[in-house]
């Protein structure tokens, strides 16, 4: 009888990061460094996502901050390696510092995240197919070897699939987001008291199936839009700003009493 077999035993094999990949994953980092409530927008995404192992701990810090309802920001992840002692490990302040740079737009961060983590299950699919190629090859006990490979089978189906599902990368509706978009500048005109207006936009967040974060960006530019200036308003402003330049006329203002102060105007100079 052959010893038992572990696939988790078989060793993995180490990819090559393309430098396209490490500039992605460092403009992740930096995106949550400069608004650590980016974080929020990219639940998601996992440790190992990251290729780099400075990025794996840098953004498991980041998740450690974030469970904590602390503020993964610059000075706040770096005090927090370094309590750990692997501030030096990961390349220091500098390692931090130099993310920055390859940050990218806050609202950018989600698209660059479902992209790092689509290559994360695409580099977990390959190794896996070749692990149990390499099961089939080595295991002799044929029933053994069909168990196992179903058991690889079932624990890719938990980290690729299970995951999708969780994170928020579902198709956009554009039909539905057109109807939600209307909704939420409907109830915002109404001008309810503040707590009936957000029961209102939570009920319509659960309903549309978009996630908290975008909602709230989506509320966000509905009162920015609302809020701002119309043609008329403008024809108003101007027409107050030109009134000094104006020339009044007594004749139509005050028709009655108008030869009386033009007559003590002329006189008076």
């Not at 993310?99 to 479902?114: C, F, G, I, M, P």
């Not at 890719?156 to 939420?184: A, E």
Request: charged share 20%; with cysteine; glycine share 4%.
């Amino acid at each position: 009888m052959s010893a038992e077999f572990k696939p988790q035993e078989l060793s993995r094999s180490i990819p090559l990061v393309s430098l396209e990949a490490i500039e992605l994953e460092e403009a992740v980092l930096g995106a949550i460094l400069l608004d650590p409530d980016a974080l929020a927008a990219i639940e998601g995404l996992t440790i190992q996502a990251f290729s780099i192992s400075s990025h794996q701990q840098i953004f498991r810090v980041m998740r450690e901050l974030h469970n904590s309802s602390l503020k993964p920001d610059l000075a706040t992840v770096a005090f927090r390696l370094s309590e750990k002692g692997i501030l030096k490990q990961i390349g220091g302040k500098s390692k931090l510092a130099s993310l920055l740079d390859r940050t990218v737009h806050s609202y950018s961060v989600k698209q660059h995240a479902a992209l790092l983590q689509e290559k994360y299950h695409r580099r977990y699919l390959k190794d896996s197919f070749s692990q149990i190629a390499q099961l089939a090859q080595t295991e002799p006990d044929l029933s053994q070897a069909i168990t196992l490979a179903q058991a690889e089978l079932n624990k890719m189906h938990t980290v690729t699939v299970d995951s999708i599902s969780n994170g928020d990368t579902r198709k956009l509706d554009i039909p539905n987001l057109s109807t939600t978009v209307t909704s939420v500048t409907q109830i915002i005109k109404l001008g309810l008291p503040d707590w009936e207006e957000q029961a209102h936009l939570d009920k319509l967040q659960l309903t549309s199936g978009i996630s908290k974060p975008s909602f709230a960006h989506l509320v966000a530019s509905a009162r920015c839009a609302n809020d701002e200036v119309m043609p008329s308003d403008w024809q108003q402003i101007s027409r107050f700003i030109d009134w000094k330049n104006a020339t009044l006329d007594f004749n139509q203002v005050l028709p009655d009493m108008a030869d009386d102060f033009l007559h003590d105007g002329r006189i008076l100079n």
